[in-house]
């Protein structure tokens, strides 16, 4: 079966796309691999939840403005810069780790440079491939986003927390110097342009902001901070939960979370899969996702078999992570025509890190208090408000409505 030009030009850069956003997620994943390490060797759980809070935030900020100006710079220089900065922060962050007003700054500023990848690359997919491929390069970052996190366990199962920063370190280097030639070479032979698509409709809809409005951001805003608490903030404590919670111990949990995050890697196939199924209605997927996250959050709340009760806290982030992969595989890239793809995806990505740095605050000094299980419980209303912000009252109850109209009219004819 012969490959058409566009279905190859979209390997290639969704490949590039692909292993440079892995090189992300193993770096930004660390720290959460490397917690019960750390806390064993005597660093406070509240010190860790501070600086990954921190660091969530820089990240939400960067996203933000990184994807206004990546609407305006080449993703070239966005992506190669950013995984190389991120590198050298990572490294002196291992460094300056006891120093309490300085090792959150400098994590921080790792957040920072990581944020530069996304918007330019979501931009350079969208404006560079058939809509039949942006999805299907989408997907293949997303998958590389969800590998990186038991990439990162992985690492932590056979070094120390401080090499598992620096091997991180050096891997982002590497990919920092490949994206940059590998996106020069691709500009050469025409298979990646810039500019293809301007903001045409701003002086019909009153500006940029009223045209996401139109596309409903709003709506996409809300689910953007549920899921990003879940996918984020969720997953970070999810080796420490598995150790203290289970009592299975570091090393036992670095190991489950290896192979727990690779298996919650699937979940964009699994979503879309049942996207197709229900018809290509995004409402609809995401709204059997939130469902589907809840029973498993009640099932994991009454549960206290370790094997089964991971099992299921697995499921619930799968289902939530279900709905963020038809945000940003499906929602984003389907802004093309608006000339703010990157501008938009940034924007929903500081959401989704602003609600994790907040509940991962918010998590880290609960523990404590209110202990892992009533913690379940939080995590639990989270998805439930994603399933009442997803519901389509207005359908339902606009053809209740419409029905009732109906009859009224029947019985007056009848009169």
């Given at each position: ?35 019960p390490q750390?806390?064993?060797?005597g660093?406070?759980?509240g010190?860790?939840?501070t600086?990954s ?13 990184n ?5 305006r ?18 490294v002196?962050f291992v ?24 918007g330019?690359?979501?931009?350079v ?35 120390d ?18 994206s ?8 050469k ?15 019909k ?10 596309n ?13 608490i ?10 420490t ?7 299975l ?36 997927t ?18 206290k ?6 099992i ?39 959401l ?31 998805v ?7 519901f ?8 209740k ?15």
């Amino acid at each position: 079966m012969k490959i058409s030009n566009g279905a190859k030009k979209a390997i290639m850069i969704g490949t590039l796309c692909s292993v440079s956003y892995l090189a992300v997620y193993i770096a930004r994943n660390i720290l959460s691999a490397v917690t019960p390490q750390m806390t064993e060797v005597g660093y406070d759980k509240g010190y860790i939840g501070t600086i990954s809070s921190v660091y969530f935030i820089c990240y939400a900020l960067g996203q933000l403005f990184n994807g206004i100006v990546g609407d305006r710079i080449k993703a070239k220089w966005m992506i190669s810069l950013g995984l190389m900065l991120a590198g050298i922060s990572n490294v002196l962050f291992v460094f300056f780790i006891d120093v309490k007003m300085l090792a959150p700054a400098i994590y921080g500023l790792t957040g920072v440079f990581l944020a530069m990848i996304y918007g330019p690359m979501t931009k350079v997919v969208a404006e560079n491939t058939d809509p039949i491929y942006t999805t299907r390069c989408s997907l293949g970052y997303t998958f590389a986003s969800f590998i990186g996190t038991p990439a990162a366990g992985l690492v932590a199962i056979f070094l120390d927390w401080n090499g598992v920063f620096f091997v991180g370190s050096a891997i982002l280097a590497i990919m920092g110097i490949v994206s940059f030639v590998v996106f020069s070479s691709f500009e050469k032979k025409g298979l990646i342009q810039y500019g293809q698509y301007k903001v045409k409709h701003k002086e019909k809809v009153g500006g940029g902001v009223k045209l996401l409005i139109k596309n409903r951001i709003i709506l996409f805003s809300l689910i953007s901070i549920i899921t990003g608490i879940v996918r984020t903030s969720v997953v970070f404590w999810l080796p420490t939960f598995i150790s203290e919670y289970h009592a299975l111990g570091s090393d036992v949990a670095s190991v489950l979370f290896s192979i727990t995050t690779f298996i919650i890697a699937f979940t964009t196939f699994i979503s879309i899969f049942v996207y197709e199924k229900l018809g290509h209605n995004m409402d609809k997927t995401m709204l059997t996702m939130f469902f589907s996250s809840a029973v498993f959050f009640i099932l994991t709340y009454f549960i206290k078999q370790p094997v089964i009760g991971i099992i299921t806290i697995v499921l619930a982030i799968m289902s939530c992570n279900g709905a963020a992969t038809m945000l940003y595989s499906k929602y984003c890239p389907s802004l093309r025509d608006t000339g703010m793809v990157s501008t938009a995806t940034g924007f929903l990505d500081c959401l989704s890190y602003i609600g994790a740095a907040i509940a991962n605050l918010v998590f880290a000094n609960a523990v404590g208090v209110i202990g892992w299980q009533n913690l379940i419980l939080i995590w639990l209303a989270l998805v439930i408000a994603g399933f009442l912000i997803v519901f389509p009252y207005k359908k339902l109850f606009g053809k209740k409505k419409k029905q009732e109209e109906q009859s009224l009219e029947n019985e007056k004819e009848e009169i």
